[in-house]
Every structure is written in C-alpha cells, then in structure tokens.
C-alpha cells in the first residue's frame, strides 16, 4: 500500500503541477511581454548620467487589477531605484517590499541578485514631477513544476538534518536503556506490563525485553514527551525485529507497535498548541483525551482485524516463514 | 478536571529525570559498570539515525511535492459536495488530510486557521484537537520502520490511516457536541 500511496503521491503533484501551469499559460496569467503601466517620482530628481538613481513606484490599483484581472490590489507606493545596465534602464522595487499577487509570484523569477523585483522599463520620458511608464518583466512560466521540484530538493535535504539531528538524543537515550538492560530493570518491567500488554502482542514470548522497551515507549508517548519516546519505540522495534523470521517485512506486533504510536496517545496536550492558543486550551483537554483515546482504540483494532485478513495473512513472516537463506544455491 | 490536568502536568516533568538518574543509579546498585553499559548503548544512536536516511527522505520529498503542486486545493474543491453529507467542514478537509503527512504543515494550518478565523471559533478548535490528537502517521512510519529496514510494511499504513481518519471524524463531533 505504501508503494502505491507513495507513488501516487509523486505522480499526481506532477500531473496537478502541469495542469495549473498550463492553465496559467492559456489564461496569460502573468501577462509575460506586456508592460504594466506605472508611475515614477524622483524624490531626489533625475540625473541621465547616474547610474543609479532613487524613485518612488506608484501603480495606480484600478490599472493593476484590470491588468492582471486580479482582486489584490498593490501598496499606495513603492521605493525602489532605478539602474542604467547595458540591457537598458532597469526598475528595481526595494527588498521587501510587500507586493500582491501576481507580482510577488513574478518577483521570485524576475529578480535581482538581491533578491528584488525587477523589470525592464520601457516607454519611458524622464521629466520634471511624475514620469510614466511601462515595466516588462522576465517570463513567467510553469511556476508550479518548479515549486515541487525545489520542495522536492529541500526537503530531501530536510530528511537527512532530521535524521542526523536525532543522533544526540537517541545515543543518550539508547545509552540508558542498555543501563537498564544490563542491570534487569528492562525484566522487571515486562513482568509488570504483561498482564496489559500481552493481549496486543500475542506473538511476542512473554519474557522478551521487547515488552519492557513498548511499556517504556507508550510511557514516554502519554506523558508527551516526544524526545525520549522515538528512542524507546525504535528500541522496542529492534527487539521485535530479533523475533521476525524475515529481514524487511513488518510482523504483526510491529504493526501494531507501529499503529499504537501513530495515533499519538498522550495525556499532556502538545506543546504547541499551549504556545498558540494559551489558557484556551483548557477547554480543549476534554475534547482532545476524547478524540485521542477513541482514535488509539480504532487503530489497535485496526491492527488486529487487518492482520487476519488473507492478504495481510499470507504476507506475515510469522505464518510463512521465508527459506533460510542459501538454500537455493 | 484540573486538579487531573495539574498532576499529569507535574508528573511529566519528572518522567525523564526518573530515567535519567534512576536507570544509572539502579544500575549502580545492581554492580553493572554503568559507564560502559551507556557508552555501549549510544554507540547504536548514529548508526540508527543514518539507517533512516532513505526512508525519511523517501517520504518526505514526496509529500513536500504533493503539497507544492496545489493538489489539496483540487482535492478540497472536488471532495466538498461529499463531506457536507457527514457534515464535516469542508474548511477542515486539508488539516485532515495534511495530518498523517507532515507534523510541521498541520501545525503552520493551525496557526493559519487562528490568524484567518480566531481563536474562539469552532473551526480553530476542531483544528486544534485534530491537531493534539493524532500523529504524523508517515513520519512516524518512516523513523520507526526505517530503524529496523522493514521496507514491506503490509497493513500498517491502512491501520495507521484508518485510526486518523477515526481521529478527524471524532474531533468534529466532541468539539461541535461541546461548543456547538
């Protein structure tokens, strides 16, 4: 199943990416070519022969949403500078500046290596007080295909910075839990989580670690404490991936581990949701218990029932047991 | 209600103290050379962390995709007229459908829900229990599996998306029972 969802997941942002783009395309969106009509103001006069001079930006808000047949409507002015290049006379808007849509879209192309809007002026008549004029930008087109494809690339990257940034606590974590291994903690513990827990995890021998480490890990998940619980649940899987006659498909205690933790089954309410809404959340307890209590119970049944349909049946490590290795050879 | 509220508070602030001094100290009492049994055991935290590499990137690109390409936007607008019959808000569809994917999107839609319609409305509090009572489902699937290798993960993701999907439901219903 995560196969498919995972392809489906890739598959369908392109095929949704594509459709907006064209539709863009078609519906000339971003007016690639024309020139948006705006209005200059020399604050401190114009001089031909700078290369720089400061200007104030005026789009009148009437000609901008007729322009772009768009609602949003631009800042009554805009400081920007203009720049004499060899491609001609450059407008560019100020970092920033807080510009509407569609503008601030085109921004992210046609941009300055400071990272401001910029566009080629054309139609331009340097005079005393308020100059008009026309501002071209760069073409804009399949926006879209390359937002996934730079979400795709940050976020790879994001993956490995989460994953390399667990290493400290799970190496502390990881660390105590073999103090408690070696010195029977871990054994008294799935002595006293038996009774509750071994009717979740039938296949699991009812003196296997793998019991204390789950006691430990729901134990760190209701007190909601995130940090401390990953370790202790990755643990857990590690001594039921010692019980697993296969090496890469999940058992059903596992998927029942895995079922428990995600529905997140905690007492304390996140930690976020006390930043965000304060003392509002008060109210909220009661409801949140509710809801996560109930969600905890579907996905252990959830993991139990869907375990003994045929299909998940004849897939489980426990019931066919894969030939050991080498035999064929 | 609150008293509750107040111990399971204090409580969970001596949870990882308990661990962090009573497992050596145990330990101690026990005669284990607790230094070297906790050295032994954090040797495993980089190899486990680089373990989930792949899985982790595998899902989170794919979801980062999903979400950049305006698909959920498609989605809310088709699955709209479908939801009205279970009555759930049709506002709440990409918090739904966000949670199982990603832990720091469903958390930046609360805040948008707060800034678009208040704190007090009911939408933000269905949010928010939405929020507070579920977990990243393939998140957590990519960091658990990943940490052993499981690649075939046969019904957890069904079971796992079944119990959110219970999740979101349910939320509405309390929050609109209570609140309403």
Do not use: C
Not at chain 2, 3 to 16: C, D, E, G, P, T
């Amino acid at each position: 199943m995560l196969n498919y969802i995972w392809a489906g997941l890739i598959v369908s942002s392109f095929v949704f990416a594509l459709g907006y783009d064209v539709r863009d395309i078609t519906g000339d969106r971003y007016r690639n070519g024309h020139p948006l009509p705006v209005e200059l103001t020399f604050t401190e006069g114009y001089d031909p022969a700078a290369r720089r001079v400061p200007v104030e930006i005026r789009i009148e808000p009437g000609a901008y949403t007729s322009f772009y047949r768009t609602e949003q409507v631009p800042a009554a002015s805009y400081p920007g500078y203009l720049l004499q290049t060899q491609e001609g006379t450059q407008l560019r808007f100020g970092a920033g500046a807080k510009l509407p849509e569609p503008l601030a879209t085109i921004g992210r192309v046609s941009r300055s290596r400071e990272e401001e809007l910029q566009g080629r002026l054309v139609g331009f008549t340097p005079g005393a007080g308020v100059a008009a004029a026309g501002l071209v930008f760069e073409p804009v087109r399949f926006v879209k295909l390359n937002a996934i494809a730079d979400a795709a690339l940050t976020f790879a990257k994001t993956g490995a910075e989460i994953a390399l940034g667990l290493i400290g606590v799970l190496a502390l974590f990881l660390g105590l839990l073999k103090i408690a291994e070696d010195s029977g903690i871990v054994f008294a513990l799935v002595k006293l989580v038996r009774p509750v827990l071994r009717p979740l995890f039938p296949e699991v021998p009812p003196d296997h670690p793998a019991l204390g480490m789950i006691a430990l890990n729901l134990t760190a998940t209701v007190f909601g404490l995130g940090n401390a619980a990953t370790p202790f649940g990755i643990k857990a899987m590690e001594e039921l991936q010692k019980l697993n006659p296969s090496e890469d498909t999940a058992t059903n205690p596992m998927v029942m581990l895995l079922a428990i933790n995600t529905a997140g089954l905690q007492l304390v309410p996140p930690v976020l949701l006390l930043a965000l809404m304060g003392t509002q959340i008060n109210t909220l307890i009661f409801p949140i218990l509710t809801t996560t209590l109930l969600g905890f119970i579907v996905a252990i049944v959830a993991a139990r029932l869907l375990g003994r349909l045929p299909g998940y049946r004849a897939s489980d490590p426990n019931q066919n047991p894969p030939p050991p290795a080498g035999r064929e050879a | 209600m609150d008293a509750a509220r107040n111990a399971i508070n204090l409580l969970s602030f001596f949870v990882i103290p308990l661990i962090l001094v009573g497992f050596p100290l145990y330990g101690l009492y026990k005669r284990v050379p607790v230094y070297e049994s906790f050295v032994e055991g954090a040797k495993e935290g980089f190899q486990v962390a680089v373990r989930i590499i792949p899985y982790l990137v595998a899902i989170l690109f794919a979801i980062a995709m999903f979400r950049a390409s305006g698909a959920m936007e498609a989605l809310t607008r088709a699955l709209d007229p479908v939801l009205g019959l279970i009555g759930f808000p049709a506002e709440l569809l990409p918090m739904a459908i966000i949670r199982s994917l990603s832990g720091s999107g469903s958390a930046a839609l609360v805040v948008d829900m707060i800034n678009q319609y208040g704190e007090d409305s009911l939408l933000v509090k269905m949010a928010a229990v939405m929020y507070g009572s579920s977990e990243t489902t393939f998140y957590v699937i990519a960091v658990y599996f990943g940490a052993v290798g499981i690649k075939k993960t046969r019904h957890a993701v069904p079971a796992g998306l079944l119990a959110d999907f219970a999740a979101m439901v349910i939320a509405v219903w309390t929050v609109r029972l209570l609140f309403g």
